[in-house]
Nanobody, 124 residues
Framework: QVQLVESGGGLVQAGGSLRLSCAAS????????MGWFRQAPGKEREFVVA????????EYADSVRGRFTVSRDDAENTMYLQMNSLKPEDTAVYYC?????????????????WGKGTMVTVSS
C-alpha cells in the first residue's frame, strides 16, 4: 500500500500562486509515477499533470500547461505542484495519485493509489 497526503491548498486571488505538496509513504517512492488530478463541484475528476519515475518525463493538461509545474524530490518522498497565474476555473479539490505505470497515472479510472485531496479556491 502507498499512503499519500496532500497539503498546501487554500484560498488565493486570481493571478496568485500556490504550491501543493504530496507526501508518500508505505512503499518505495522511486518505484512510482506520480500525478495530480482535480475535481470541481459537480464535475468529474480530471487529469492535471503527471511525472514519471525519476522525474524524466512530465505530461500536462492543456488547461494548465505554462502555468503549473510539477516536480518530485525522491530523497524526501514528496511531489510538488507549483501553480502560478491561478484562475477561478482552477478551483477544485486537488488529488495526488501514484501508480507504477506512467500510462495509468494519467487516467482517473486506472490509478492505483489516491490521496484524500486538498481544496484550492481561486477568487475572482
Amino acid at each position: 500500500q502507498v499512503q499519500l497526503v496532500e497539503s498546501g491548498g487554500g484560498l488565493v486571488q486570481a493571478g496568485g500562486s500556490l504550491r501543493l505538496s504530496c507526501a508518500a509513504s508505505g512503499r518505495t517512492f522511486t518505484d512510482y509515477a506520480m500525478g495530480w488530478f482535480r475535481q470541481a463541484p459537480g464535475k468529474e475528476r480530471e487529469f492535471v499533470v503527471a511525472i514519471s519515475r525519476g522525474g524524466i518525463v512530465t505530461e500536462y493538461a492543456d488547461s494548465v500547461r505554462g502555468r503549473f509545474t510539477v516536480s518530485r524530490d525522491d530523497a524526501e518522498n514528496t511531489m510538488y505542484l507549483q501553480m502560478n497565474s491561478l484562475k477561478p476555473e482552477d478551483t477544485a479539490v486537488y488529488y495526488c495519485a501514484a501508480d507504477v505505470s506512467m500510462s495509468r497515472v494519467v487516467s482517473p479510472h486506472r490509478v492505483d493509489y489516491w490521496g484524500k485531496g486538498t481544496m484550492v479556491t481561486v477568487s475572482s
